[in-house]
């Protein structure tokens, strides 16, 4: 099954399950168990596992579970807390899976320079800065950043875990007090989001110059200038599937990738 969701990440401890702390992933398995009266809990395979205070609109996954879709979702919609809204439940193609079948991931990270703050109704999901900063300089360090590059100047190392990604779209616009900047790629590995937010909020901070973001990623080493942003301004908007004939080879192709790196 393939559940579409969203969450206010603000009070979980990140989509993962870990024992004693409240997670997406932990509420929701205990609240399907709970439904179905499961002897073994739920397994959920998940798009893309967001951090601690990172917030979701699009996030998916996917359940092996012998149940009508439809009642599930009724079912579960009446115990979800109120920080998370279950899209829709349908019936997956055999071959889906929310993680490996993903051929892009897009996110948005909302902040603003305002002398006052954030609006207190979007507080949550909005990041304020300590200092203005100039979008035109945050654009052209974009520039630099776009494509496929090794991103480990800007990603928790994980053993065994490439660093390489293709970063499709990266684009800062300001909206009256909100300045929301967009990331588009088909994966992105641990902390990088937030690692390069902060490297372009540094560059229109005119803490460092593009070039000096541009240097920082060929030198593939995390630099003391580049701050990780805080996760509250970090929105999980979409994420994107081919069409059902395809996903069994978008499956075979992403494991591959994996297995290679």
């Keep these: 099954m393939k559940i ?30 709970t439904i179905l009266r499961l002897d073994e809990p739920a397994r959920l395979t998940v798009a893309g ?20 879709p439809g009642v599930l979702e009724r079912r579960l919609r009446r115990i979800a807390p109120s920080d998370i809204r279950i899209i829709s439940i349908t019936e997956a193609h055999p071959d ?62 994980r053993e065994g875990a490439s660093t390489v990604r293709e970063l499709k779209i990266l684009r800062t616009v300001r909206g009256g007090e909100t300045i929301a900047t967009t990331f588009v790629a088909d994966a992105f590995c641990h902390s990088m989001v937030r690692a390069v937010m902060g490297g372009l909020v540094a560059v229109g901070q005119r803490k460092i110059t593009p070039d000096d973001l541009g240097e920082i990623l060929e030198r593939k080493v995390r630099d003391p200038r ?3 942003m805080p996760p509250g301004g970090l ?5 994107s599937y081919p069409a059902d004939e395809d996903l069994a080879a978008r499956v075979a192709q992403t494991r591959q990738r994996r297995d290679e790196c």
């Design 96 to 157: 889906f899976d929310a993680r490996f079948a993903a051929t892009e991931r897009r996110y948005v990270y909302r902040m603003t320079d305002h002398a006052a703050g954030p609006d207190p109704l979007a507080a949550r999901m909005i990041t304020p800065l300590a200092a203005p900063v100039d979008i035109e300089l945050m654009h052209q360090a974009s520039l630099l950043l776009l494509g496929e590059h090794d991103f480990a100047a800007f990603c928790k190392q």
């Design 226 to 228: 580049v701050k990780v």
């Design 4 to 33: 579409a969701l969203a969450y206010d990440g603000t009070d979980f401890k990140g989509w993962a399950s870990q024992p004693g702390l409240r997670t997406v992933q932990g509420v929701l398995e205990e609240s399907i168990s």
């Design 235 to 239: 929105v999980l908007e979409e994420v």
């Design 49 to 68: 596992r967001t951090d601690a205070g990172v917030h979701a609109r699009g996030q998916v996954a996917h359940v092996d579970l012998d149940t009508h």
